[in-house]
């Protein structure tokens, strides 16, 4: 499957943004959605994940202000970020795979990333 994220930008401390994560390949629907991020010097980080059905789980750091939802019939998965932080700037991937897993190394696939980047 190949992934491709977008609607990074720029967006004010406070305000809403909504990436997106188009995957290819006819089964989308089987997999593991996660979101990552990276900061600049920093570790790459899990942000959250959406299971087949629909369950989420979330860091801790985007509950209650980050939500993943899915649609299989689009082949996308959605992460709408609200009362964003400066600290939420960073790259933003998504990625797919088959295990219920907060690690990277777990995923298969991933999109190339879509820079968000928030202003105080």
């Known amino acids: 499957v190949q992934l491709q994220a977008f609607g990074g930008g720029l967006v004010q401390a406070g305000g809403p943004l909504r990436l997106s994560c188009a995957a290819s390949?006819?089964?989308?629907?089987?997999?593991?959605m996660g979101w990552f991020r990276q900061a600049p010097g920093k570790e790459r980080e899990f942000v959250g994940r959406?299971?087949?059905?629909?369950?989420?789980y979330y860091a801790d750091s985007a509950k209650g202000r980050f939500t993943i939802s899915r649609d299989n019939a689009k082949n996308t998965v959605y992460l709408q970020m609200n009362s964003l932080k400066p600290e939420d700037t960073a790259v933003y991937y998504c990625?797919?795979?088959?295990?219920?897993?907060?690690?990277?190394?777990?995923?298969?696939?991933w999109g190339q990333g879509t820079v968000v980047t928030v202003s105080s």
């Open positions: 990625a797919a795979g088959n295990h219920l897993s907060i690690k990277g190394d777990d995923y298969d696939y």
């Open positions: 390949g006819r089964t989308f629907s089987s997999y593991v």
């Open positions: 959406i299971r087949r059905g629909g369950t989420t």
